[in-house]
Nanobody, 115 residues
Framework: QVQLVESGGGLVQAGGSLRLSCAAS????????MGWYRQAPGKVRELVAV???????DYADSVNGRFTISRDIAKNTVALQMTSLKPDDTAVYYC?????????WGQGTQVTVSS
């Protein structure tokens, strides 16, 4: 069973920064992709950023240039550095791991950006 544990959410003012971290219970190389999704109230869950086993990254247009996904292979962690935060970034952020048709999710961490 895979466990993903997020940390680092909180309340921040617009323009501020936050760093989210996701710790996996096994080597992150066992997944083809790891990423971050978010879900705001009344909205569908959306992809924010993803990193592949090969280190290729991709971002949603809405966060490109402001967010950076990275990984620490030795610690089996994936991080999301968020800068220039906007109120529209307010959501529950979920860590995700994927291998073929299997998906695993963390419990989510709340990010609230005040205007």
């Amino acid at each position: 069973q895979v466990q993903l544990v997020e940390s680092g959410g909180g309340l921040v003012q617009a323009g501020g920064s936050l760093r989210l971290s996701c710790a996996a219970s096994r080597t992150i190389f066992s997944f083809s992709h790891m990423g971050w999704y978010r879900q705001a109230p009344g909205k569908v869950r959306e992809l924010v950023a993803v990193i592949t086993t090969g280190g290729i990254t991709d971002y949603a247009d809405s966060v490109n240039g402001r967010f950076t996904i990275s990984r620490d292979i030795a610690k089996n962690t994936v991080a999301l550095q968020m800068t220039s935060l906007k109120p529209d970034d307010t959501a529950v952020y979920y860590c995700n791991a994927r291998l073929n048709s299997n998906y695993w999710w963390g419990q989510g961490t709340q990010v609230t950006v005040s205007s």
